[in-house]
């Protein structure tokens, strides 16, 4: 049985006054072994500091170039998105000197015509620059059915799109070809380091009748995934499942309540299993059959587990005395570096395609929180970016990201790892960095 456990939980009030809990981990979240900026970066000081200089941004490294992003038709969002947890914007490098450009484009749609169909219907707006003019090279616009996250970058200037119960596949083109057909609404999707495998998590209910080309729940890959948190509803009516994107055959399928994170590459899947006190056992299940285990972390929380590489892990635990901390290692067991987490509120997790650079994304409140005390959107006070060498832990890039985009999406690393792109203000800001420290052999031999 896979066993993966939910991770904390934390209360935040959205703009529309209703209050939603939402995981505090939304991927493994990576701190530097330094705090170059105060720990009240965004926060409200009685000392204000000075003006920065004209043609700076907020950053420990100044851009290389930047990219107007006003004249391409994007607009900033409402401050009151903040807390709805709406993908607003993507950002993704096709290649070194291509960078594809997602945004909500406003008032495309028409609203006389209104139904329980179209009542999340939007516009999205896609565009591909070429590096460093900002020259567009194609454009398009989507018609998506929801507010989640909707792009998944492939590498090799290949990506894929999300929108109801429908994945296609789309190149730098940006024409799009269908991929995979689902029996129900896809509510959530994520792609192994090799960008070779696919975990789906969609809305099929027992009732759900299935259409000729729907993805499959073959009897051969069931398996039985669950959480320790009840889901929203008694029913497992949602259903998690592995596949292979190359044909689309499903590894693995289970019946779940709730979503469910499960980490995953090329070759199997990681199970987290409680040992002693505070120590925790990860046991590789290959998709041929057959486990082994790798390794131990420490952590008086559950960990939650994430692949940098195929060979690279992740797990984000917590101190004895509640502080969240990092630990990065390789499935042949080999520790490489652990670092304090720091601020831990909503958290993304940005990679670059061969895994030597990573992009921690969080929020940064000007007070604590809790179930009782939940985040109103005016106490977010910015958004921190860090660039980090996988191998080592360090940091190489942190900056003020602007406006806040609480689900993510507007930071992107290349794939050599060399640039990375932060939406700041209304310009996308390029930044050039040296080389990342290669990551040594921590791949698991079978």
């Known amino acids: 049985m896979v066993k993966v456990v939910p991770a904390a939980r934390f209360w935040v009030r959205t703009a529309v006054g209703l209050v939603l809990a939402v995981s505090l981990w939304e991927s493994a979240p990576v701190a530097g072994a330094q705090d170059v900026f105060p720990h009240g970066l965004f926060a409200e000081k009685k000392k204000k500091a000075a003006p920065a200089e004209a043609g700076t941004v907020r950053a420990t490294v100044q851009p290389s170039f930047s990219i107007a992003a006003e004249p391409l038709g994007y607009s900033q969002p409402a401050s009151f998105y903040l807390g709805m947890r709406s993908a607003l914007m993507s950002l993704d490098f096709l290649d070194e000197d291509r960078l594809l450009f997602t945004f909500r484009v406003p008032g495309l749609i028409s609203r006389s015509h209104r139904n329980e169909e179209t009542e999340n219907e939007r516009k999205v707006r896609a565009v591909v620059l070429r590096l460093p003019q900002g020259n567009v090279e194609s454009e398009a616009v989507w018609t998506l059915h929801d507010k989640k996250r909707y792009l998944y970058n492939l590498g090799n200037g290949k990506f894929l799109l999300r929108d109801r119960d429908t994945v296609q596949m789309g190149d730098a083109s940006l024409q799009l070809k269908p991929l995979l057909q689902f029996p129900g609404p896809v509510l959530w999707l994520e792609v192994d380091p090799s960008r070779q495998f696919l975990v789906t998590g969609s809305s099929e209910p027992p009732t759900q009748a299935s259409r000729p080309g729907d993805v499959g729940s073959p009897a051969s890959a069931r398996g039985n995934v669950t959480t320790d948190a009840p889901g929203l509803s008694d029913k497992p009516d949602m259903v998690l499942r592995i596949l292979r994107r190359e044909d689309g055959k499903v590894m693995l399928v289970s019946h779940v309540r709730s979503a469910v994170h499960l980490p995953i590459n090329g070759q199997g899947y990681l199970e987290l299993l409680r040992g002693s006190g505070m120590m925790w056992t990860l046991n590789f299940n290959y998709f041929s059959g057959g486990n082994t285990l790798v390794g131990q972390v420490e952590s008086a929380c559950t960990p939650l587990l994430d692949f ?113 792109a932060i939406m700041m203000g209304k310009n996308l800001q390029i930044f050039e960095l040296p080389d990342p420290t290669p990551v040594p052999d921590v791949n698991l031999e079978h």
């Open 308 to 420: 940098i590489s195929p060979g690279e892990v992740l797990a984000t635990g917590c101190n004895s005395n509640g502080d969240a901390k990092l630990m990065a290692l390789g499935l042949n067991g080999k520790k490489l570096w652990q670092a304090p987490a720091g601020s831990s509120v909503w958290p993304v997790l940005v990679t670059n395609t061969k895994g030597t650079r990573i992009g921690r994304e969080s929020l940064m409140a000007g007070r604590e929180m809790s179930t009782i005390a939940p985040l109103e959107p005016e106490d977010i006070k910015g958004q921190d970016v860090q660039i980090l060498d996988a191998a080592t832990g360090k940091l190489v890039l942190r900056a003020a990201a602007t406006p806040v985009f609480d689900i993510g999406g507007n930071v992107a690393i290349s794939p050599s790892g060399r640039r990375v």
